[in-house]
């Protein structure tokens, strides 16, 4: 599941012979991909949207995994952008019940945080240090050297989504002192991550940093986008499905 148009279409580049399923107004692409079965879909932006199109994909498809791929404001102070976060946790950074339930607790959950799979998660954060580690293989020297991205790091820690796009410096402090091991901010993640709990079905989140949540979030995120983000998100999917194991059934 990615919430950009552009790392979608990096994807269904890599799949022949995909087929579109429309369900719930999204279009979902079942095919193949490194020889396994997969469906691909855009989340769209926000937790609910992104809630719905996750639901789609677990209760007509039948997916055994999900993994989402985006782009999230950095928080930690070594967070840089170009960086990629792997998630080990999420939490909703805007849900509030209290006093009747904990700060971001979500109710009769009885947690904030969401885990993710770890053996997914572990997995993809290899494939990203792998591409990470030759990042001209992937962008080219003159976006590597246009966004300043030098020796891109892999994180591993708290992803915390809302329904906001943090964009000003104030905001990003706010989060920093309510959630101060949160290590990116997005708008989807924890609220996908909920639904796979539901269903009992592994999740990881992969987020490429495109700002700092601050004052100059908006600089350049088209760009990086189609330029850093999506080559990041589909060389980083692609290394991780080449070495997943095989089905023990393949479709052919
Ligand atoms: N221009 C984009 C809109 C992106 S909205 C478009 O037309 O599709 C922001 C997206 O990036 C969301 O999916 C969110 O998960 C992520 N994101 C990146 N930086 C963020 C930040 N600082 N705060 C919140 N979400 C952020």
Same mark, same amino acid.
């Given at each position: 599941m990615s919430a950009l148009h552009e790392e979608l279409a990096a994807v269904l580049a890599d799949m022949p012979n995909e087929q579109r399923v429309k369900v719930a107004g999204r279009d979902f692409w079942v095919g193949h991909w490194q020889g396994h079965a997969v469906v691909a879909v855009l989340s769209r932006i926000g937790k609910v949207a992104a809630a719905t199109t996750a639901t789609v994909m677990l209760?007509?498809?039948? $997916?055994?995994a999900l993994v989402f791929t985006g782009v999230a404001g950095g928080l930690? &102070?070594?967070?840089?952008?170009g960086d990629v976060v792997v998630a080990n946790g999420l939490v909703q950074h805007d849900m509030d019940a209290s006093p009747l339930f904990p700060r971001h607790e979500v109710p009769l959950y009885g947690r904030a945080v969401f885990d993710s799979d770890a053996h997914l998660s572990g997995a993809l954060a290899t494939a990203a240090q792998q591409v990470l580690q030759v990042p001209e293989r992937h962008l080219g020297s003159a976006t590597l050297a246009q966004f300043h991205l030098h020796a891109p790091q892999v994180h591993r820690g708290l992803l915390v989504s809302g329904?906001?796009? $943090?964009?000003t410096t104030a905001e990003s402090e706010a989060l920093r002192s309510a959630l &101060?091991?949160?290590l990116a901010v997005e708008m989807e993640g924890a609220a996908v991550a909920q639904v796979c709990l539901d269903y009992g079905v592994p999740f990881a989140a992969v987020r490429t940093i495109?700002?700092?949540?601050?004052?100059?979030?908006?600089?350049d995120f088209n760009r990086f986008i189609a330029q850093v983000a999506s080559r990041y998100s589909h060389a980083i999917l692609s290394q991780w499905l080449a070495q997943r194991p095989a089905p023990g059934v393949r479709l052919t």
């Open positions: 209760e007509r498809f039948g $997916v055994g930690g &102070p070594q967070v840089r952008v329904d906001r796009f $943090v964009s &101060p091991t949160a495109s700002d700092r949540a601050d004052d100059t979030a908006h600089t």
